[in-house]
C-alpha cells in the first residue's frame, strides 16, 4: 500500500468503501489486489480464501451485516419532496454506541447506504483508507 488518506465516510464508494466495511466489520484479514488491464489498474477486497468481498453491491454479504448493525434503510421516496416518488436512491440511519445515530445522505443504492453507515458506526464521519482506493 502507498499510505492512507482521511476521507469522509459520506464520499465513499467502491472499493474503498468495500474496504472499510471490511475493517469496521472486523474482517482485518481482507487484503488488497491489484488487478491490471491494458487500460487501468482496479482493486478488489479479498478474504484470505480468496472470495472477493463487496457489501456495497453484493445483498448476501451486507445483508447480515445490516441486521447486525440494525441498519435502517429508506428509500427518497418516503421524504415526500415532489418528484421523487420513483426515486431509486436510499438513505441509511444507524444507533449505535448508546444512542449515538448516523444518517445518511441519499445514496445511488440501499447497499451503499448501508455500508456507509455501518462504517460511521465504527469510524464516524471520517476514515482512514489505502490511497490507491480513492476513486
Given at each position: 500500500?502507498?499510505?492512507m488518506?482521511e476521507?469522509?465516510?459520506?464520499?465513499?464508494?467502491?472499493?474503498?468503501?468495500?474496504?472499510?466495511?471490511?475493517?469496521a466489520a472486523?474482517?482485518?484479514s481482507?487484503?488488497?489486489v491489484?488487478?491490471?488491464?491494458?487500460?487501468?489498474?482496479?482493486?478488489?477486497?479479498?478474504?484470505?480464501?480468496?472470495?472477493?468481498l463487496?457489501?456495497?453491491?453484493d445483498?448476501?454479504?451486507?445483508?447480515?451485516?445490516?441486521?447486525?448493525?440494525?441498519?435502517?434503510l429508506v428509500?427518497?421516496?418516503?421524504?415526500?419532496n415532489?418528484g421523487?416518488?420513483?426515486?431509486?436512491?436510499?438513505?441509511?440511519?444507524?444507533?449505535?454506541s448508546?444512542?449515538?445515530?448516523?444518517?445518511?445522505g441519499?445514496?445511488d443504492?440501499?447497499?451503499?447506504?448501508?455500508?456507509?453507515?455501518?462504517?460511521?458506526?465504527?469510524?464516524?464521519?471520517?476514515v482512514?483508507?489505502?490511497?490507491e482506493?480513492?476513486e
Amino acid at each position: 500500500m502507498n499510505g492512507m488518506i482521511e476521507v469522509k465516510t459520506a464520499d465513499l464508494i467502491g472499493s474503498a468503501l468495500d474496504w472499510a466495511v471490511a475493517q469496521a466489520a472486523g474482517w482485518v484479514s481482507a487484503k488488497i489486489v491489484a488487478i491490471m488491464t491494458p487500460s487501468k489498474t482496479y482493486y478488489e477486497i479479498h478474504a484470505p480464501s480468496g472470495l472477493e468481498l463487496r457489501p456495497s453491491t453484493d445483498w448476501c454479504q451486507c445483508g447480515p451485516l445490516i441486521a447486525k448493525y440494525q441498519v435502517a434503510l429508506v428509500p427518497e421516496a418516503h421524504d415526500g419532496n415532489e418528484g421523487a416518488e420513483m426515486s431509486d436512491r436510499w438513505y441509511a440511519d444507524v444507533y449505535y454506541s448508546g444512542g449515538q445515530q448516523y444518517t445518511t445522505g441519499h445514496c445511488d443504492t440501499a447497499l451503499i447506504a448501508a455500508c456507509r453507515a455501518i462504517v460511521a458506526t465504527v469510524f464516524g464521519d471520517m476514515v482512514s483508507v489505502p490511497k490507491e482506493l480513492i476513486e
